[in-house]
């Protein structure tokens, strides 16, 4: 007994310096954002809104730049979607000779570096003139994300009983009432996982905008990029853009949380 | 009520060369209730699946009324079907459940909500519309499961092992329950089950199923007792199969000699003198001579050595060795269950039975 109580406070404890080694990190970024300037060697900075006037501001670009990497990580996520669900279909209702080693060769993204792959993809995507667009970010951006979604869609499959369609036909529905009613409603919460974690990585993105996108596609990560290196080192306006980006992750954090205990929303995080 | 009619069907699947239904021809009259009993992968499922067009034979017809109901889309063909597994529809509450067939027919709202409480209260759930399948027992889902598929008023009830998920308690009240509300609503029905007592205790008529083919279709108590090969016997619980040669036949009473000695059958099936044949008796048909009151060497009444003793329970299994003839032998009074070594059987000759298809054709030269 006396032993489970000190485990308890022992686990608690780890819990907090963990979620505190998360958090801390950030906090210096909140209070860059609101910093006209801080040198050494101030203790505390001199206040000041230039940072967040800037973002706001027409010519920062910051509200294009947000509406292009919205519009990308839409377009990325839904023909990720469109692409994977017959995919994961496949892999996870049916048994075929090989299946393991495709598994194996869809993750292959994943096992070669980056760099590499996009590197092929850029002398071919020259010759297809689809550097510098935003067809060819997103077609390069399919690269990541597909294998994830892949990867979360056959689980999601693997859990569905194909037999509720039988059940539903005799029941009376036609095949298309079949989809309506039955399948989509099944297997609609995981597809939402899925394009939720997509949808993050999209936005968050920064390689394959940086190379394909070439500075003609601009998107939030690349813009980031800019002021902290090429452009010059504002450290409040990169704390501000910073911010910006970890938005959609916070509110995905907060939605997805109160999806999972919605029960059968587990089947998209591969349990259920 | 409809009289359905299975002609011929015969069902191969493209991943095996293994016929699953081979030349099936069975009829369901209208309002029975017929279990399709045969053990796992025998096609019994698949012939559930063909007679609610889930499943297109290769050839043969299915008949609803003596019309062919081939060309009629499963949707079409108002069949009620209940799957081994519920299949409850995970996103919906239990009315929407039980609705479901009855939203796809567009039936109005309020005649809706009338079916639907009319069937809950059936089936005994009245209260639970709000409850998510999730929040259901196994015997709960199950009900459910029937209450969909009846609300429709299907021509044809098909269930496929209905009591399999359940436990051996609940399974026990759930074959009462479905047996009256069957004949209650005097659907026509059929189901499919492995349970030789699931079978009898249901149905009217049970055919027997192994690789494909009906070997025997009949009463559950001929199934039992009047075997037509050993592989029903066998399947059946019969564990006594006894060879001999028929000696003498007369007014159906056949002696058949064995290894054992000269048994008395009571037989009315042709059997001539001289043929060699295969007779059986249930294990818990043969009576065991505790007070030893017959005769040694008196009619149908047989010495043996009891190699093995298994106590069940309410149940006594004894394996005897009569002249080198195997045989088990169950009891239920369980009075001697001490090492009995030695013991007297009879073979009541009513209880005796000569396996038709075992019956050879004169072997003499």
């Known amino acids: 007994m006396q032993l489970r109580r000190v485990w308890t406070l022992i686990s608690r404890l780890v819990l907090w310096a963990i979620a505190f080694l998360v958090v801390l990190p950030l906090l210096p970024v909140v209070l860059w954002s609101f910093t006209g300037s801080w040198f050494w060697p101030d203790l505390i900075p001199t206040w000041g809104m230039r940072a967040w006037e800037y973002v706001t501001s027409p010519w920062s670009q910051v509200g294009s730049t947000i509406a292009t990497t919205l519009l990308l990580a839409l377009l990325t996520t839904t023909l990720t979607v469109f692409i994977s669900l017959p995919a994961a279909k496949v892999l996870g209702q049916r048994d075929f000779r090989g299946k393991t080693l495709l598994e194996i060769l869809l993750l292959a993204p994943y096992l070669v570096s980056a760099t590499s792959v996009a590197m092929g993809l850029y002398t071919v995507f020259i010759r297809l003139g689809l550097n510098n667009t935003v067809p060819g970010v997103m077609l390069a951006m399919l690269i990541p994300t597909t294998p994830m979604m892949v990867r979360m869609l056959t689980s999601v499959f693997e859990a569905y009983n194909p037999e509720f369609e039988e059940q539903a036909r005799a029941l009376g529905a036609s095949p298309l009432r079949v989809m309506i009613h039955v399948t989509m409603p099944i297997i609609l919460p995981g597809i939402v996982a899925g394009s939720l974690f997509t949808f993050l990585g999209a936005i968050n993105a920064f390689f394959y905008p940086y190379l394909i996108g070439g500075g003609k596609v601009k998107v939030l990560a690349v813009l980031l990029y800019q002021f902290m290196g090429a452009g010059g080192y504002d450290l409040p306006i990169t704390a501000a853009i910073s911010i910006i980006l970890a938005i959609p992750g916070f509110l995905f954090l907060i939605f997805s949380d109160k999806l999972i205990k919605e029960e059968y929303f587990a089947l998209g995080f591969g349990g259920g | ?365």
């Open chain 2, 1 to 365: 009520m409809i009289t359905v009619r299975l002609r011929g069907l015969t069902k191969t699947f493209s991943y095996g060369s293994v016929v699953a239904v081979d030349n099936l021809t069975l009829d369901i009259p209208a309002g029975e209730l017929v279990a399709l009993l045969g053990p796992s992968g025998c096609g019994k499922t698949t012939t559930l699946k063909m007679i609610a067009g889930l499943i297109q034979p290769d050839k043969g017809d299915v008949l609803f009324d003596g019309e062919s109901v081939l060309d009629v889309p499963v949707d079409k063909r108002n069949v009620g079907m209940v799957f081994q597994r519920y299949l409850l529809f995970p996103h919906m509450n239990v009315f929407s459940n039980v609705a479901f067939g009855l939203k796809m027919r567009r039936v109005p709202k309020d005649e809706m909500q009338q079916r639907v409480d009319e069937v809950l209260r059936l089936v005994r759930l009245e209260g639970f519309e709000k409850r998510h399948p999730a929040q259901l027992s196994g015997g709960q889902m199950q009900r459910v499961a029937i209450a969909r598929a009846v609300v429709t008023n299907p021509n044809l009830l098909l269930m496929d092992e209905p009591l399999a998920n359940l436990d051996a308690k609940l399974r026990l009240e759930m074959r009462e329950f479905i047996r009256s509300l069957q004949r209650r609503l005097g659907i026509t029905s059929m189901f499919v089950t492995h349970d030789q007592a699931e079978a009898a205790v249901l149905a009217d008529s049970v055919a027997v199923m192994f690789d494909g083919e009906i070997h025997q279709f009949g009463k559950p108590r001929d199934l039992f007792n009047r075997p037509r090969s050993t592989t029903v016997a066998d399947f059946m619980g019969s564990t006594n199969f006894i060879s001999g040669t028929v000696k003498s036949e007369e007014a159906n009473i056949c002696i058949v000699e064995s290894c054992m000695g000269k048994s008395k059958i009571e037989y009315s099936g042709d059997a001539d003198v001289g043929q060699e044949v295969l007779f059986t008796i249930r294990p818990e048909h043969i009576e065991i001579d505790y007070c030893h009151v017959l005769e040694p060497g008196s009619q149908n009444t047989y010495r043996g050595d009891v190699s093995d003793i298994i106590y069940e329970g309410g149940l006594v299994k004894y394996f005897v060795e009569c002249e080198g003839q195997k045989l088990q032998v169950h009891d239920r009074s369980t009075r001697f269950l001490a090492d009995v070594r030695e013991l007297s059987v009879y073979f009541d000759p009513e209880r005796l039975w000569i396996i038709p298809e075992e019956i050879q054709s004169d072997l003499r030269p």
